[in-house]
């Protein structure tokens, strides 16, 4: 399966790379993955829900743009800006749609972490909007910059401090509400949503 993917944001050159390699590792056997900048007239974080809609618009637009020759098309972001316009129309997929969905599938009540309170508040509207509202435990906000989303550690003693509010509201799972962060090695609790979703892909293929 060969995916053609986007990033929500527009990054640098060394960001893209490190994107990249975090794909090229995920993979499963049968799956490759390539990932573009979505441009530099693209926000450069998704701080602001003004930068969340305006992402979503030029996600939709590179997607629609992308050449011909991949099997699936896929937004580099857990909030799948874009998934539910584009559907029936393009052979899209969305992270949070899969790894969530697989959660439900499962039976396991799940929260989330969000960098910042407009990936909150959009997170959980697209939980909402799958009709999945019933096994969702809410959201925490990590409040951190856009820099952390490359910086492992700091991340995920964010998200560690995080872990006690979220079981205690009867999370039985986390997703990192991140396409690009590694997930805190060896704590079964943190889903990382990019490794989920390429797995379920692999097996639908």
């Keep these: 399966m060969h995916i053609h993917a986007v990033t929500p944001i527009h990054v640098d050159a060394d960001e893209l790379a490190r994107r990249q390699a975090r794909y090229d590792a995920l993979c499963p056997p049968g799956l490759h993955l390539e990932l573009h900048d979505i441009g ?3 926000p450069r974080a998704l701080d602001t829900a003004d930068e969340v ?3 979503e618009r030029l996600v939709v637009a590179a997607l629609r743009a992308a ?3 991949y099997d699936v098309l896929l937004p580099d972001c857990v909030l799948d800006p874009g998934v539910d316009q584009l559907q029936g129309e393009l052979p899209v997929v969305g992270i949070l ?3 969530l969905g697989w959660q439900v599938l499962t039976g396991r009540p799940t929260g989330a972490v969000a960098r910042n309170k407009a990936i909150a508040d959009e997170l959980a509207g697209k939980v909402a909007a799958y009709g999945w ?3 969702f435990t809410g959201v925490r906000v990590l409040d951190l910059d856009v820099h952390a989303i490359a910086d492992t550690q700091r991340w995920n003693d964010a998200v560690g401090a995080a872990l006690e509010s979220l079981e205690q ?3 039985a799972a986390v997703i990192n509400g991140c396409s690009a962060v590694d997930v805190p090695a060896g704590d079964v609790r943190v889903v990382d949503p990019t490794a989920l979703a390429l797995r379920v892909l692999a097996a639908g293929s």
């Design 40 to 42: 530099p007239e693209a």
């Design 53 to 55: 809609r305006e992402s």
């Design 67 to 69: 050449p011909p020759g």
């Design 97 to 99: 749609r899969l790894s």
């Design 133 to 135: 509202s019933g096994w």
């Design 169 to 171: 509201d009867g999370a």
